[in-house]
């Protein structure tokens, strides 16, 4: 640590950040910027230059080191060679090669950064210029041994011009500045003038492999040796006081896995026991698992008691994407818990939040849930009174929340507004035409419907399915037939699944078809550090259906072709005109 170096990081950089989070402003090589900068000569200037991660070009939480730099320096040239392997799919083939080999997922950049004191402009002048798509790591070491220089004029440098949020790429694109936001500025402000009066990050355990499951005998098995050392841990250092703890816990990844919160326990000398609350979460897009539902054991459980406070709670919660997430936007409804990374550094719309009833009196023959729990609604009065002026008293809460589900299925939408996507949380208009927003509202019923209950969607009637009246039902690891042949899918030695349409992979989310979540997460693995086993056997074997991955594989290409369908319909937009937030 550098408190010296930090604490200038937090006077320049993080002061003109508009991020809630900038951890990342911390990061080694920014702090190398820092550091190089504060030990330029005032009077002489000088260059510096970098080879780094380039997140900072875009990234959410480094404007303010790009306001900075652009104040502190005359001139700035940036060459970006791409990279960035923490997206997938077709994003993830336009980023091209890794520019230091399989150990690398960052995308990287060449920056140099000029100050000269003889220049009198306020701001850098800053020159950018992009390496190109779909270039393997060869094709771009090629290019940049052929560019020698920057003041090659083969480099066909572009001067940027920031905006006033700090983008220097991939702008945002002001009329989005004009719809409804989403989320309210104040968590359960009845009086917001939002979509929802609250939102909710999902669950992030930061122990996933003790903490989920297939099998609830697993699970449970797990978190009670996990519970089981945690206490002979803190026996441990309750007889060693006088000696910092992180010289005396165990590291062994295969025990247990330390987090800050579990941390303070031990300091707090307090003893765990296993309870018996399992709770059903979608852990990744169609993929259910069991979670060990502690508080103690979830490192950021967020508001997740709020919005499904017990198993069979009436909710419905939309996940959308994070601010700063790596992929395309996307979304996903779910009836119970839903995880952090289901869909990427989720943020959680519900149907209803649940608070806990103070006042409560209970009859004999009274459900103690509905006594336990006041029921609130998550869309907001405001919007209720906007979209009944405009559409009539007819429109429910529930229609509004539908109308979000559709809109933010629609591609023009998603496609308009992408760069802000990336950067803020969702804002959405209503549309002008009456038809249009029940066209909408009913298309986010039908999709809803079909992804809530994903596993009960029969089999496509193209689809064909050989080899299953064997019997053997089992799953290690399912795969294409031929790479780059999507059409047919080897379920297991016995079952393959073939004529599956083109347009199956057409529904992607977070990242990645819905097909290809199910192969990638239903299959058999272990885990090297902790050496846990999980199998997706578990679930059917557990509930007495074997044939359940194999069903609900059938399903979601179902569920798939279904939604593009549905999507492929939607009303087209037209972002002139539009209802605003004034």
Known sequence: ???????????????????????????????????????????????????????????????GFRKTIEKEFSSIWVFNLRGNQRTSGELSRREGGKIFGSGSRAPITITLLVKNPDETKKKATIHYHDIGDYLSREEKFKIITESVSVGNPKMSWETIHPNEYGDWINHRNDVFETFIPI????????????????????????????????????????????????????????????????????????????????????IKGIKHKVNPNLRSCIYRPFNKLWLYYDKSFIERPGLSEMIFPYEESDNLLISVSGIGSNKDFSLLISDCFSTLDNIEKSQGFPLYYYEKNNN???????????????????????????????????????????YVYGFLHSPDFRTAFANDLKKMLPRLPLVDDIRDFWKFSKAGRQLADLHVNYESVPLCADVIVTGDEAGYLGVQKMRFQKKGQKGTIIFNSKITISNIPEKAYEYVVNGKSAIEWIMERYQVTVDKKSKIKNDPNDWGNETGNPRYILDLLLSVINVSIQTVDIVNQLPELNFHGMEASD
Not at 215 to 233: A, D, E, G, R
Not at 369 to 397: C, M, P, W
């Open 183 to 266: 989320a309210p500025d104040k968590k359960f402000d009845v009086r917001s003038k939002s979509l929802f009066t609250v939102n909710a990050v999902g669950i992030n355990t930061a122990r996933d492999l003790w903490a989920y499951g297939f099998s609830k005998n697993s699970v449970t098995h797990k978190i009670s040796n996990l519970i089981k050392f945690y206490n002979q841990q803190l026996e441990i250092v309750s007889k060693n006081e006088d000696k910092n703890i992180n010289d005396i816990l165990s590291t062994d990844l295969s025990r247990i896995k330390w987090t800050v919160n579990l941390k303070n326990d031990i």
């Open 360 to 402: 409560q009196q209970k009859s004999l023959f009274d459900d103690p849930h509905e006594t336990e729990y006041i029921r609130r609604d998550g869309i907001s009065d405001f919007i209720l009174s906007r979209a009944q002026k405009q559409y009539g008293k007819n429109v429910s809460k529930e229609d509004i929340f539908f």
């Open 1 to 63: 640590s550098s408190p010296k170096l930090e604490d200038r990081i937090e006077k320049t950089y993080a002061a003109l950040s508009t991020a809630g989070l900038n951890k990342s402003l911390y990061d080694a090589y920014i702090k190398a910027f820092r550091w190089s900068t504060d030990r330029l000569n005032s009077t002489h200037g000088g260059i510096i230059a970098f080879v780094t991660n380039g997140s900072w070009l875009d990234g959410n939480s480094t404007d």
